[in-house]
């Protein structure tokens, strides 16, 4: 089973909003039994809390129901993991602090945005002290970006 986690800051926008929409995505793909994804955070700020109530809204506005709780990303997750997607470069260099061999962790850590056509290898933005309209801007963004990485990760299998 291919494994993938998405990675922001705090675990209650970006990275919970991109554990949604692929989990959607493999829904209909019919690819949930075959890829297995989680979100996780850089920061323990909110760990065990549910998605940030305005991010959870704007999934919602899609069918999407994002239910996972906060947990922050740690050193044994580079190994567990095939996929480790960053949403910023911040993320990526916390992310690579977490081993002092990069060439021995399992997962290859990327960007997000790297599968993103609109603006490869971008940052997805951080919506939490926006207005609404930057949520949907990450749905956006996420949903354009995580149907071309299932696209690579089919490739790659």
């Not at 971008?122 to 207005?131: K, L, M, Q, S």
């Amino acid at each position: 089973m291919t494994k993938v986690l998405f990675v922001c800051l705090g675990n209650i926008c970006r990275s919970p909003m991109a554990e949604g929409v692929f989990i959607d995505l493999l829904k209909q793909h019919d690819l949930s039994d075959q890829i297995y994804c989680e979100s996780a955070g850089t920061a323990a700020y909110h760990t065990g809390e549910l998605p940030d109530s305005r991010m959870r809204d704007t999934a919602r506005k899609h069918g999407i129901e994002l239910t996972s709780r906060a947990r922050q990303v740690e050193a044994q997750d580079l190994h567990e993991f095939d996929y480790v997607l960053a949403m910023d470069q911040s993320n990526y260099r916390n992310i690579m602090q977490l081993t002092q061999e990069p060439e021995s962790i399992k997962a290859k850590v990327m960007l997000m945005r790297d599968f993103d056509e609109q603006e490869k290898g971008g940052e997805v933005p951080d919506p939490y002290y926006g207005g609404i309209d930057g949520f949907e801007n990450v749905y956006q963004v996420l949903k354009r970006s995580n149907q071309a990485f299932l696209a690579f990760i089919q490739q790659e299998a």
